[in-house]
């Protein structure tokens, strides 16, 4: 597992490596097969009500999340979301015994188990406490790192009052529906603020407790259609589905577009310019009733502009690759009275987001200012939670041509 990591390019320092190396992650998921623990594949460890709300993540995108963290020995590391332990006892093996971990967990029987495995793997000095991480763990603040492996609609202001000054917060943050793992570092200001220094895509279960976000995926129908908004806006969805039986006439695009566009590239670009963006998520089983911008067979969906009185929606010109990054043709199909006019918006953004490169989470750029500061205007767009303020931008020095 460890090779194929370092081969693909997610672990890319030694302290990291090391870490992996030392950890052995099947006594941190002792219920399944020891083999099994070393695919690189998240494991879901606990469910409620059929949602699985804790899991092992996927080692490549805990050495993704590792590698933005950038710890060194010596750091005092606090992480929300301890689940099985295991990233609690990589980041503890990279800090060393000068430095220190707290992990908490808003689930009692997980921090139970977290601790068994943590001994049964010989980690020392954890300290893991059954909490809400929305407020931290002010008992051991300040701290050089917080580190969410959990995802989170806000940047909660416990976490900027304990982190050290220059410290860094890593958190899987949602964007209008997109999620993106990105690690921000404390700057001193007038008006201090976190200035993001890496950006990923990522896919992690949601915060529970204090810090839950309004994001919602509403179903359209048993069938397995949903509609996701970022908010948690009025949506009329029998309007909705009866919208959705008589489509207009499709416009092909010249832009082709492939799997990964759903939430990063094209997904990600109109969760930044449109508050309207909203996708379409479909269940594997309705997949081949459905657009989807992932093959058939796979949960997927597709992205959306959607009005007072209709929608506009991208739909593959036929099905979409099997292959996850082949491109394939695409078109914008509107529905309702007010579809006319959104396709022409989402056929326009799209021309745009090719003719500026394609950009995607790696190259955004982000500065998060507490809601209560006034960002300096003209840095990007300004995306308002309840206690943040995301101001986001891709450079505009970048690639310009490749147009399809
Ligand atoms: C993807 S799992 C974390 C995986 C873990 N880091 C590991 O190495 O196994 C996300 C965890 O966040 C926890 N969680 C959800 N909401 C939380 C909250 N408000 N405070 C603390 N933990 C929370 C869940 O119970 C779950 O265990």
């Not at 000068?98 to 601790?115: N, R």
């Not at 051991?140 to 995802?151: F, S």
Request: aromatic share 4%.
């Amino acid at each position: 597992m460890v090779s194929g990591l370092i081969a693909s390019g997610r672990i890319r320092t030694r302290g990291v490596e090391r870490a992996f190396r030392a950890v052995p992650r099947h006594l941190f998921l002792p219920e399944l097969p020891s083999e099994q623990a070393y695919q690189d594949e998240a494991v879901a460890t606990k469910w409620v009500d059929g949602v699985a709300v804790s899991s092992a993540s996927q080692p490549s995108m805990m050495a993704i999340m590792l590698e933005q963290l950038e710890l060194r020995p010596g750091h005092r590391v606090l992480e929300i979301g301890a689940g099985t332990g295991y990233n609690a006892a990589l980041m503890s093996e990279v800090v060393g015994p000068a430095g220190s971990v707290v992990a908490v967990d808003i689930d009692e029987d997980l921090v139970q188990s977290a601790g068994e495995h943590l001994a049964a793997a010989g980690v020392p000095g954890v300290t893991l406490a059954t909490r809400d991480g929305a407020l931290g763990y002010p008992e051991r603040a300040p701290y050089d790192r917080i580190v969410l492996t959990v995802g989170s609609w806000d940047i909660q202001p416990a976490w900027w009052r304990q982190l050290a000054p220059g410290g860094r917060l890593l958190l899987p943050l949602s964007v209008r529906g997109s999620q993106l793992s990105v690690a921000l570092d404390l700057m001193p200001g007038p008006p201090p603020y976190l200035r993001g220094i890496s950006v990923r895509s990522c896919a992690f279960v949601r915060l529970r407790g204090q810090g839950a976000g309004p994001e919602s995926s509403r179903p359209l129908d048993t069938d397995g259609l949903a509609v996701q908004t970022g908010d948690q806006r009025e949506l009329d969805t029998a309007g909705l589905r009866a919208l959705l039986r008589s489509p207009g006439d499709e416009r092909v695009s010249s832009v082709k577009l492939a799997a990964v566009d759903l939430w990063d590239g094209l997904g990600l670009w109109l969760a930044v310019r449109e508050p309207n963006v909203c996708r379409l998520l479909v269940s594997a089983a309705a997949s081949d009733r459905s657009p989807s911008l992932l093959p058939v067979g796979m949960d997927g969906g597709t992205v959306a502009l959607l009005g007072e009185r209709g929608l506009a929606v991208v739909v593959p010109c036929g099905h979409a690759s099997a292959e996850l990054d082949r491109r394939f043709p695409v078109a914008v199909r509107p529905y309702g009275p007010d579809g006319a006019g959104l396709a022409d918006r989402l056929g326009g953004l799209l021309g745009a987001w090719a003719a500026a490169g394609r950009p995607s989470a790696a190259e955004l750029r982000m500065r998060a200012y507490p809601s209560d500061t006034t960002p300096p205007p003209g840095a990007g767009s300004v995306l308002r939670k309840a206690h943040s303020q995301l101001v986001l931008d891709w450079p505009d020095n970048r690639v310009a041509p490749g147009l399809s």
